[in-house]
T-cell receptor, first 116, second 110 residues
Framework: DAGVTQSPTHLIKTRGQQVTLRCSPK?????VSWYQQALGQGPQFIFQ?????ERQRGNFPDRFSGHQFPNYSSELNVNALLLGDSALYLC?????WGAGLYNEQFFGPGTRLTVL | GENVEQHPSTLSVQEGDSAVIKCTYS??????FPWYKQELGKRPQLIID?????GEKKDQRIAVTLNKTAKHFSLHITETQPEDSAVYFC?????????FGAGTRLTVKP
């Protein structure tokens, strides 16, 4: 039973470019959340997808967008990259428990994005 | 926003001693409080969690306590071992997101 997987592992981009990161949830999970973790800091919630819709969103600009597919996998897109977007991007999957309630999340290994 | 405060930022203990990490949150609607361990270069791993209808939960050497009135929760690790050395994050569910503390770097000296 595969856990949460992410691709690519590492990515180097230049300012102004666009990037797409991918996540496959743990088997049996239908909810995917994305986080940004800057060096030495805790993960910052970007958004959460359930039933192919963005259900919750943290304090991130519209340059950050996402998508969830019918097989529950998800993509994170970042447009017009800034130097400050350099971070580890983590995907976490969980199973739906109910509105306003949470179930345990399992994190993927992350994608290390470097913006030059 | 950083509405989960975590203390201390670094903690060094001798092997066999206990370690305590404390977190506070601000929204009374928070109902789920997980703790994660993150080793260098690895993904955060859930080590224990607690829901708002429970005051304490224990799993072997790890325990978490929750005080809803004071809006704080704590992680307790007993009989620490060198392999417990890592960064620990607390988190609290908010109405629209999950917020993490800034982390505590725990070092267990043999």
């Amino acid at each position: 039973d595969a856990g949460v997987t992410q691709s690519p592992t590492h990515l180097i981009k230049t300012r102004g470019q666009q990037v797409t990161l991918r996540c496959s949830p743990k088997s049996g999970h239908d909810t995917v959340s994305w986080y940004q973790q800057a060096l030495g800091q805790g993960p910052q919630f970007i958004f959460q997808y359930y039933e192919e819709e963005e259900r919750q969103r943290g304090n991130f600009p519209d340059r950050f967008s996402g998508h969830q597919f019918p097989n529950y996998s998800s993509e994170l897109n970042v447009n017009a990259l800034l130097l400050g977007d350099s971070a580890l991007y983590l995907c976490a999957s969980s199973s739906e428990w109910g509105a306003g309630l949470y179930n345990e999340q399992f994190f993927g290994p992350g994608t290390r994005l470097t913006v030059l | 926003g950083e509405n989960v405060e975590q203390h201390p930022s670094t903690l060094s203990v001798q092997e066999g001693d206990s370690a305590v990490i404390k977190c506070t949150y601000s929204d009374s609607a928070s109902n789920y409080f997980p703790w994660y361990k993150q080793e260098l270069g690895k993904r955060p791993q859930l080590i224990i969690d607690i829901r708002s209808n429970v005051g304490e939960k224990k799993d072997q050497r790890i325990a978490v306590t929750l005080n809803k009135t004071a809006k704080h929760f704590s992680l307790h690790i007993t009989e620490t071992q060198p392999e417990d050395s890592a960064v620990y994050f607390c988190a609290a569910s908010y109405p629209n997101d999950m917020r993490f503390g800034a982390g505590t770097r725990l070092t267990v000296k043999p």
